[in-house]
């Protein structure tokens, strides 16, 4: 399977665009050895040919030009994107739907049903999307069984259902049901080896311990390092957790779930920027490369 990195950072992307912290600010001016990241999307594909895309990103145009292989050019209107499945309704997850319009079928998206209802009211996309080609919804449940998508042959997708926080236009902010967030399971059926994919995370519940555990790959929440980082630059009011985000470094926190796990290659996707692992020459950086868990980077590419 091969899996492409189109965007690792989380809303707001790296730099953003009215951000003056300690990080924005450095890298405008080249003065943090890191690099700019786009927001969170990434794609899958066993073949090479057909890509399912996770989340469609605000910068979905800039993300598919940086990346050949989805422009295959086979027809004069052309994608290699074959399917669109959402892990949420965010903005920085779904608002690329509207940039991808001019598709010449109705999209096959697959969400859960909680997460087609913030995209038929709250923040209406489908609703607008269906004066254009449409949207062919395909419900993803809840249940943890495993589904397939009929163009991404040799791969299995299961949803599993996590504690994040729902959008704050979701008719389920401060009330969440389950469907509001997942992360996925994505295996590939010929080499056996699977994926856990959690950009929003905000506890680790048992059963998420267990496809931890057993995955090959996790790409998890790598949102902020600590709760309050962005009440301490004095940008927003709001924890983290508030968010449905768990922080990395704190007792409970995401390093000190990777830490048991002995078989999955651990990597931190979504990050913001305040985050201080974006600065490669950080402590804080230093602190996770001896945990062994990477950060990572747009245009990372993963084999498994
Ligand atoms: C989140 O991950 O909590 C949201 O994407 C925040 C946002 O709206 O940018
Ligand atoms: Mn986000
Ligand atoms: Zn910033």
Redesign the pocket.
Known sequence: MHIHLLGTG???GFPQWNCNCNNCKRLRRGEIKSSPRTQ?SITVSADGVNWVLFNASPDIRAQLEAFPPMQPARAVRDTGICAIVLADA????TTGLIILREHNKPWDIYCTASVHEDLTTGYPLFNVLSHFRGVNWHEVKTDQSPFTIPEADGLRFTAVPLKS?A??FSPHRHNTVPGDNVGFRIEDLNTGKNLFYA??LGMVEDHVVNYMENADCILVDG?VWTNNEMSNEGISDKLASE???LDQSSENGIMNMLKPLKKPRKILI?INNTNPILDEESPERAILDKAGIEVSYDGMDIQL
């Open positions: 989380a809303g707001g969170s965010q903005i920085d997850h926080e959008p704050p950009p929003g949102t968010m449905g985000h979504h």
